[in-house]
């Protein structure tokens, strides 16, 4: 059997790209600005230097540059793992007798074990050359802070990770990854922050929320004049340079001269699933290409498909600032789902804006589907995915099941951002056959949006 | 800083290896054969092909054939994740501040986590061509089971692993990735096998064994004509698969016209250090090329560095064929170490010859040492190193220190087996500060080679 596209689709290091592609600027539409939560007036840049570094305030608030070059120093790093490979699924193809053709874009090869370590070395790179000390952020499932550490121990900068309570306990294996690589990892809430102690004042025993952490984070970014706070999803930078992923996706479909129909991804605040799609939008945007886009999103947690468009708070504190996207209401907190990172009760403003506008589809998916996905991924193409990635393998997986059906040959592209290793136990639930499934009720969605702030009024 | 020679070299897919490389052929002392415990006799295809798959045993006594051809099944899996990187390390050269130029062939990158599925999917796939039901096997650290079960799930056969009860309990999510994959694991000793009744019968509450398990897995395999026991390395047809390894690193090399001086791989059985080294040493054996070759052991179980050079068990409750190797006898108990890959008293009988008959060196490491210089490769490299791909790192920092002093340019390629991702455990002991070294006294190993079998008189 020989095949005339590879398995492995592998860019030359010298057809990596040079610049990150900025679908801000190809929007008609600009995503609706970040609001100071005491004003409601947009934050300007000022405002935001105070809570993160000056570059990538610039690079938050650029709605026009079409292209940014990616520093020498972040294209080196980013040889350390990347070009990541596109992969033709041929064996998932055989075993779903699909006429579809898959290809998915790997991201999971680094030790982070996902896509995050675009954005955390960007970051950390900007934090370095302005001479700051160290950043904060705050980790949930573990990837984002993972990714931050080793970026971090790579440019010898201080990093301090607010750990959810329960996934610092439950995920020790993270925990232990983010210290070799000379991060201090903080269970939160704590001690060590006045938001923390008022929070464990109010709630003995609580285990903590990605909200709290955020608070903890900024709180400790604020205090120290050579500090800043870092975010790993949601925010346009973010999505900027996770353009690195569409980019190099597009290009190896170039080389080989295939065009996509259909590009499918998960969605928790919009990293990834920006970063895949956004010069395939580009090209939609300018009316040079049409695609079907595809954002995948838990049943448990669904932005998308059951939010509101609207302004809201990014944290559960309430203290950052407001974004607008789709939302379920900061105070919506989303079930047991195993999938930590798409358990965000928002969405990024760019994605939310490009949904709002028709550019692109979402549905949602239940969590026991989405590991019976990835079982039978990890089976045929011999990768255990992370069960966020999974989510964009249940779907994919549906819609090659539908050209089955149809006979089409559709050209299917998702998204395959990390790798499960730190997840058995989401596993270990499922192969005893004790996984269930949760959809909130339309009750306790409009319960939470009823408390969206008063500047939507 | 650009680069003549890139971070990751990658062979094309038409470049990858179409034939494995036998060693055997152009060794002049050939490995001794396996012994039937009871005659003393070697042991014939009749007697192998009871225990192992028809294909296997040819390829187990064929000290003859230079190259034997890769079924085109299991180069078509081999695409799913190889070619490997073969990987510039310029970010360690740098942190060194050394004049030599180091290389890493990266084995890690698939959801084994090492090398081992190289051989995995060879084994099952002669299983499978045999008409069999099944394989049994055992795993201790868990890579050798966790190969094997990604191997039996994509050629649906059944694949029963007895792993040490110590490990099943302690490692519980290698175990999960393993049922995830459809494998049955039994914890060893049980109560599916005659010797895992008398095991527990005469020592209720042990853990278990690496030895312990082996029997088990044999006894199984034994009982039902369907299945055949398979073994991840020691013997001669898992150096044989290991090859690819070594072929595909010096095609990576040759394409950039890259001469290693010293080759550097860890040892435990033999599977890695081999598979590397094989077709460098056939240039070595014939007299075309000259290498310093180094086995890197823990000096917690220094069979190369310490042991005898003898006919051994490779499993502790004796069943199994002797085999002729550098052991430390197979009463020998390793203690703590937690490089669970590189926990056998005994070596490949190909490298012990080899070893024996002054074609390589062999040093041996302090654990302590090794997590240390695992740390700093992960810190400046990206990759979280098994601790058995750590000795090999902590070897070749060394040699690249003496390179400073001196201030030669060597070239040194090294053997990045697997990642670390299961191992966090032992990761966080050294983190906390809690490691310890422990190196085996004279006495200790006096005591366990004076009960060699009787064979050697």
């Known amino acids: ?242 353009s690195v992923i569409g980019l190099e996706t597009k290009a190896a479909l170039e080389k080989y001269d295939i065009h996509p129909d259909i590009i499918i991804g998960c969605a928790g605040g919009g990293s990834n699933l920006g970063g895949l799609i956004g010069p395939f939008m580009g090209e939609k945007l300018r009316g040079e290409n049409d695609y079907r886009i595809i954002a995948v999103e838990p049943a448990s947690c669904p932005s998308f498909t059951r939010g509101t468009y609207a302004y809201d708070f990014c944290d559960t504190g309430m203290i950052c600032p407001l974004a607008k996207m789709y939302t379920l209401g900061s105070s919506f907190i989303p079930s047991a789902n195993h999938a930590g990172g798409l358990r965000f009760h928002g969405m990024s403003p760019v994605l939310s804006q490009l949904y709002h506008d028709g550019y692109m589809e979402a549905v949602s998916v239940e969590q026991t589907s989405v590991f019976e996905a990835a079982t039978q991924f990890a089976r045929t193409e011999g990768i255990l995915p992370a069960p966020e990635s999974a989510h964009a393998i249940r779907a994919t997986i549906d819609e090659a099941l539908k050209c089955k059906e149809t006979g089409e040959e559709k050209t299917i592209v998702f998204g395959l951002t990390g790798t499960g290793y730190f997840d058995m136990v989401a596993y270990e639930k499922y192969n005893d056959g004790d996984m269930s499934d949760y959809i909130p009720s339309d009750e306790e969605i409009a319960a939470s949006v009823a408390k969206l702030p008063k500047v939507n009024a």
């Open 1 to 242: 059997m020989s095949k005339e596209i590879p398995y492995k689709i592998y860019l030359e290091e010298n057809e990596m790209p040079e610049k990150w592609y900025n679908v801000r600027a190809d929007m008609k539409n600009k995503p609706a600005p970040l609001l100071n939560p005491g004003t409601g007036q947009p934050l300007n840049a000022e405002e935001l230097g105070a809570v993160f570094c000056d570059e990538l305030v610039a690079q938050e608030l650029d709605n026009d540059t079409q292209y940014i070059e990616i520093p020498q120093e972040i294209r080196d790093f980013y040889k350390m793992y990347r070009p990541s490979p596109l992969v033709r699924a041929y064996c998932l193809e055989e075993k779903l007798q699909t006429p579809a053709k898959i290809y998915y874009k790997f991201e999971g090869n680094n030790t982070s074990g996902s896509h995050k370590l675009n954005s955390a070395i960007a970051q950390a790179y900007y934090a370095k050359k302005q001479g700051l000390k160290g950043v904060t952020t705050e980790t949930g499932a573990g990837q984002w802070g993972t990714a931050l550490s080793m970026a971090c121990a790579y440019l010898d900068l201080d990093c301090k990770v607010y750990m959810v309570k329960v996934s610092y306990e439950q995920k020790p294996f993270r925990r232990e990854v983010m210290r070799t690589y000379g991060a201090s990892v903080v269970p939160s809430p704590s001690e060590t922050t006045e938001v923390g102690k008022k929070i464990l004042a109010e709630h003995p025993g609580t285990t903590g929320s990605l909200g709290c952490a955020i608070s903890e984070a900024v709180e400790v970014a604020g205090r120290d004049p050579g500090y800043r706070y870092v975010l790993g999803s949601v925010l346009n930078q973010v999505l900027l340079h996770q």
